[in-house]
């Protein structure tokens, strides 16, 4: 037959809302290269690596809710409580517990937990997820207050501490693990149920299950994958940092979902992908960075921010009165 | 037709205290394509939803291949082989049309869990065959106009042929209802060809496209079955005296004077002069006098809505001049419009916009 369908991605079916990103990203980094050269090094470009390695975990986590037209606001909670219990199941100064490494893997659990939680909480009884994850950020918030109980318990644990802040040749360590994650949620979400599942809901709820998906079922799996992400988040910057803290997550979920609008990504749902808000992960990061080099005041960058996360949306919605037209 | 493929009998349905269906019996024969007449609200689509497992009837009998059956779910239904297409579109846009066609059964073109695109492709494009359709699998569905999108609507439905041993039975709720002339041939002409592989149920108030494809036609009206007919012995008149009934139309004498009567006389309310907007319409002039019902005719994208935005103050018109009650006006938004006296009601068959509540065409 044609090899024309045969290709396995439709590079063709990209618009400028999917390439816009990239394009700014690249823009961004030759701006700020010619206003400041040594922003433009190897050295640098680690450093920025290693700053975007969480909020891309939390961002990839996000992106399958955001498809599917949800939203989830407990990020900074799941992180606080998982930060609290990766500290405390090694080797620390509060605990007797010595899991090793292997405390990682116990340490995102709360988050699944959470996750899914807020996905059958919201399935079940029909609330908006902002609504239901809204909750859930404070009780996990709670329940790591609790588990601090206002002395954050300090990570002994030298293998841990040596991963979190090493490096595997001149790459982050984390870094690794954050394209590892990128290239996970890639694949799940062009090769397999979930992913494609999550953008049919994404397109129209009631059609899905017109078509006999298991919406409900695919809605908590998303939550459980975005809290098991926001918990590996919370965990890893525990690491990095050597502390158990319930601040360790303070502002990341306003930025996570930033970045996915940033972007490209429609809050309505059914549009965009882990790659494009990946991109806008490392975007704000990059615009964060860039702006200490070229001697933005402090005071300024919030607003400079904030003007850039503007046009982003205004691009978004432009093409979105541009469909509707089309519609009708 | 000593095996129907379908066999109703005396069903019945109430919604709210209000006979939707009442004893209502129909037959359908193997490879039977039968069509279904009716006005707003004879039953038509009660009955498609009944036989497509969404709707439970209150009482009577279905018999599928000479077995009876309950169908409890759409799941149900489509196990016994019975598809439908629904009146209103129901592709999800931001998704190509192989993933479209194959939703909820990619089983086949999973490996080891994990999408085999090219398989996926090939089985849509297997489904497509069936109807004659050279739509690309890989094509987003947005990017499709309505009639490519009733083809992979049909072809959706067809899957329901290797999903099952039986031989389909499909039910199209007005499949042509959204489409303009060539497109709904383009549909017609499929269901022609489907007659080969299966039985159809077509659901239609277009009296010649039933009398085209069918073999055998009801007519509802209010509920009830009130008429049957074999499409090759019956007139488009017969037909349309059968959906109308009892309530017969005015003399014909009245409504023709009713109409003259104002055409000359009257003083010209509203007028447009030239009305242009780039690659929507050109040059638009016409006069509408106090009292006129004034008809604008047209395909989908022929600018008919766009003219009405503009007239409506929803869409800026680039040149020409728009005057009411003989003074020129540019409304700027539907506000002034209102303000003005004017009303506008959206196409209650539309696909669905993003503002549902909105009553006029905003853009």
Redesign the interface.
Known sequence: ?AP?????F?WH?LSWRQWGPFVALLVLCIGFGIAEPRFLTLGNFWVIADSCAVPVILVVGLTFVVLQGSLDLSIEGVMALCSLTVAMLVLNNRTVLDFGVSALAFAVLPGLCIGMLNGVVLTRLAVPSFLVTLGAWSVALGLAMLLSSGQPPIMKDETLRAFGLGRTGAVPNLALVAVAVVVLGH?LQ????FG?YC??I???EN??R????PVDRYKVLAFAFCGLLAGLGGALESVRIGLGHVDIGAGQMLATVTAVVVGGTSLAG??GGVLQSAVGAVLLNVLANGMVFVGVIPEAQKAVEGAIVLSASLLATWQ??D?????? | MNTSVLRVERLSKTFAGVLALDDVSIEVGPREVVGVLGENGAGKSTLLKVLAGLYRPDRGHIALRGRPVRLRS??DA?ALGISMV?QEQ???????A??NIM??H?DAA?RA???D??KL??LS?AQLAKLDSGI???A?A?TLSFGERQMVELAKALTVEERTPHEPLLLLDEPTSMLNGDQAQAVLLAIERLRSRASTIFVSHRLDEVLRVCDRIYVFAQGRCVGQRNAGACTKVDLQDMVLGHVRPAEPGDRQRARQAPASASRVVLSVRDLTRAHHYRSVNFELRAGEVLGIAGAADSGR?SVCRALFGAEPPDSGEIALDGRPVRFTEPADAVQRGMVTCRASA?????WPACPW?K?
């Open positions: 037959m024309k369908w045969g290709r396995r439709a079916t694949v062009h090769y397999t149920r494609r953008m049919a994404g397109g129209g059609l899905a017109q078509s006999g998906l059914g549009r979105m009165h469909r509707v037209r089309d519609v009708r | 759409p799941r489509s629904f129901s592709l999800l846009l931001n998704l190509n192989a993933e939703l909820g990619e999973l869990g994990f999408y695109w090219k492709h090939a494009v690309s699998p890989s987003l947005e809505e539309a696909p669905k916009v993003s065409p853009t």
